[in-house]
């Protein structure tokens, strides 16, 4: 029934009857595009089994657009194997487009596509509107028996937010210059245009600095980005459709900055390696001319190696200790009467406003940066709460929004999809929630940015200013090769929710986003491999056994494992090779599990044989496991789980047969299953969010049970 109702939807289905195709096929086409497009009209018919493209380019189009074509060819015949023989069916584009048209801030990105039996036409205005329509094209095709095939008929398309972006962390784990390159390309492919790279931390300083070369020499620790490289990677992004914007963090989250040069300092530099409160105190001296003649020079070098207008200044989780014990700052802030360090952080954002501005950049900041006196011209980027949108985009700023698009917080794409940017009560805490970190260790972390304002209420005209969002990837514990499954597929329901019209995204993205992550990873991504490569090296012998059990565990969510605090804020001296490193933080099979449960309970019997399956599996694999176990200690983190697993599936089969078969009876629950879910419901409340993931005890091996409300439904609705 459900999917009747979609075909009320913007999606339009026309012959429908005539073809006797049922709505479920129907929508494995264009209702499954990630990001889901405006408007398709798909006549049901195919274009039949095609193995051969042919691009038509418009006269006189400029490399940009060749290398577009080329790149959607060799994509095509990766998937599919195109062959250099057969009939050639044509993909005209039609656009009259200017090199470099569509790139910039609100260009744009709009195409329409028209397939019919015989060909393909793009129409398009800007190069990076044919880019959009490749990567729709692409997810259109789909395998035939004799190569693929396309639906007939129109898309037409645009994007709901002009910014669209992942901020990936470089400072806290370098990340190599090919996995970034990776990473653009899934942007291209999920229609993401702006990749912001956070370049400057305590841990690190990551471009070469010809002014200040101690920048890379000393406070990057051996790795750094050439000026080179970023020009050659800043290239290799406009070719695909996405900016490159750069964010060098200050005044906070600068030690390796004040490393290089000391005299930048606010107090002594200790030596490294530094655990957490010295990273998290150091802070720049905002009261001294030869800091700001420094800081002006940087600003200097980077606007011009960067050529986006967006400059990012960071500013965020300054915590003004550094600034209160020292005699000689607490004297400049007497002397121009600022009472709280916020205020010297104001002044401090005033002077690099300046700085940035003189050069002709717009500058962003964290959503520290929002001070009463902030010039409006800066960008707002809300990270602490969705209030914080609100609140900046109602003061006169533009404003990206990152609250609650934290990838590093481990939680599934549905919590990703399900945050509006516009929602201002989407992502924060409640007053409850405040009161309960009042008086605990976390209280210095937080602050009243982060406690939601159930009555804040925008005009259109302010509403007009939220830009868009950002995935945020920060790495304190994300190695290169913990990089890509960490950001996907999951980003890509970030770029579904800031593309896509909210009515046009019909069918839930988890149906929509295991086709999505097979694309991707043939596109080079490693979301998949990567993580089967830290667990063959757990288990070695693991096999299908292993693989079996892994896919139906996840890392425990938000800052349960991830987080540096867990070793004691000694994150460099951390390992990244457990077990819950090594799972993708959402199983996408377990999801599919959870679904298809609720699904035959809403009624569709035909799943029965599936689920049988699915738990006849879980059941059994066990025995094998623990056997395994003996020879392979490393996966003991496992063993709790594998056998709940185990006797979880047994009474799941259990209640799946009382379902089926109504005239068996309920021979009421074992207790001791009562008490198992129990525990299981334990084990997921304690991350159930970002508090409780800080302070409670964690399940054994920070893992939990991925179908774990599958498996409790079905026992709860057998009886
Ligand atoms: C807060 S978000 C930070 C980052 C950390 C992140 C971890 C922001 C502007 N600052 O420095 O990496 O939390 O989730």
């Avoid at 569509?102 to 019919?116: C, K, Q, V």
């Avoid at 990551?206 to 002014?211: A, N, Q, Y």
């Avoid at 802070?283 to 200097?300: H, K, N, Q, W």
């Avoid at 020292?326 to 010297?344: N, Q, T, V, W, Y």
Wanted: with cysteine.
């Amino acid at each position: 029934m459900r999917r009747l109702s979609v075909l009320a939807g913007v999606v339009v289905w026309t012959g429908l009857v005539f073809l006797g195709l049922s709505p479920p096929a129907m929508a494995s086409t264009a209702q499954r595009l990630v990001p889901a497009p405006r408007e398709a009209t798909l006549s049901g018919a195919r274009t039949g089994a095609l193995s051969r493209i042919v691009i038509r380019q418009p006269a006189g189009s400029g490399p940009v657009l060749k290398a577009s074509a080329a790149r959607f060819e060799a994509r095509m015949k990766q998937a599919f194997g195109l062959s250099a023989a057969g009939r050639a069916f044509p993909v005209r584009i039609e656009c009259a487009c200017a090199p470099g048209s569509g790139f910039a801030l609100g260009g744009d990105e709009s195409y329409e596509l028209m397939i019919t039996r015989s060909r393909a036409r793009i129409r398009a205005t800007t190069e990076v509107g044919v880019m959009r329509a490749f990567a729709t094209l692409l997810q259109l095709a789909q395998r035939d028996e004799k190569g693929f095939s396309w639906p007939v008929g129109d898309v037409r398309d645009d994007p709901r937010f002009p910014w669209r972006g992942l901020m990936i962390d470089v400072a806290r784990h370098f990340q190599p210059i090919e996995a970034l390159q990776r990473q653009i390309d899934a942007m291209e492919l999920m229609k993401l245009n702006v990749l912001h790279l956070h370049l400057s931390d305590s841990e690190a300083f990551r471009v070469e600095s010809r002014l200040y070369p101690r920048l890379h020499e000393v406070g990057s620790f051996g790795q750094f980005y050439s000026q080179a490289e970023i020009r050659s990677l800043i290239e290799y992004a406009a070719a695909r459709g996405v900016r490159i914007v750069p964010e060098f963090d200050l005044p906070g989250h600068s030690l390796a900055m004040i490393y290089a040069y000391p005299m930048l300092a606010s107090a002594p530099v200790p030596d490294p390696p530094w655990i957490l409160p010295v990273r998290r105190n150091a802070v720049i001296d905002p009261t001294r001319e030869e800091v700001y003649a420094f800081l002006d020079g940087l600003i200097g070098e980077m606007t011009a190696l960067f050529p986006d207008p967006h400059f990012h200044t960071g500013a965020d989780e300054v915590n003004g200790i550094e600034w209160s014990a020292s005699a000689s700052i607490s004297a400049f802030m007497k002397e121009r009467g600022f009472a709280r360090p916020e205020d010297l952080q104001a002044y401090f954002s005033g002077r690099i406003h300046d700085m940035v501005s003189r050069r002709g950049k717009t500058m962003i900041g964290w959503d520290e940066i929002f001070a009463p006196d902030l010039p409006k011209a800066v960008l707002v980027q809300s990270w602490t709460s969705s209030k914080m949108t609100g609140l900046a985009a109602r003061a006169g700023h533009k404003v990206i929004v990152s609250a609650g698009y934290y990838l590093d917080w481990l939680t599934p794409s549905s919590f990703l999809h399900a945050r509006d940017p516009l929602d201002l009560t989407a992502q924060g805490l409640t007053p409850e929630g405040f009161d309960r970190v009042r008086g605990s260790p976390l209280e210095r972390l937080i602050s009243e940015r982060f406690v939601l304002d159930p009555t804040l209420r925008l005009t259109a005209e302010e509403e007009a200013r939220i830009l868009g969002g950002e995935a945020a990837m920060w790495t304190e514990l994300v190695t290169p090769e913990k990089l890509d499954a960490t950001i996907w597929p999951r980003a890509a329901a970030v770029a579904d929710r800031l593309w896509s019209r909210p009515e046009a995204t019909v069918v839930p993205l988890d149906e929509r986003l295991e086709a999505v992550s097979e694309r991707l990873e043939n596109a080079g991504l490693r979301h998949v491999a990567s993580p089967q490569a830290m667990q063959a090296r757990l288990a070695p012998e693991g096999g299908t056994v292993v693989a079996t059990l892994l896919e139906a565990l996840e890392p425990v969510k938000f800052y349960a494992h991830n987080h540096e605090s867990r070793s004691g804020g000694r994150a460099p001296l951390q390992s990244f090779a457990d077990l819950a490193d090594a799972l993708p933080p959402e199983s996408l099979p377990a999801r599919r599990f959870n679904r298809q449960v609720a699904e035959y309970l809403a009624g569709d019997r035909s799943l029965a044989g599936v689920l049988t399956d699915r738990l006849t599996r879980w059941r059994d694999n066990d025995a094998s496991f623990q056997a395994l176990l003996a020879r392979n200690p490393a996966l003991k983190d496992a063993a709790s789980a594998s056998s709940d697993l185990s006797r979880l599936s047994d009474a799941a089969l259990e209640a799946l047969g009382r379902l089926q078969d109504r005239s068996l009876r309920a021979g009421g629950r074992d207790a001791r299953i009562d008490e198992l879910m129990r525990t299981h419901l334990a084990h997921q409340a304690a991350s159930a969010d970002a508090l409780a993931s800080f302070i409670r005890p964690q399940p054994p091996g920070d893992v939990l049970l991925a179908p774990f409300d599958g498996l409790r439904a079905l026992i709860e609705a057998g009886g």
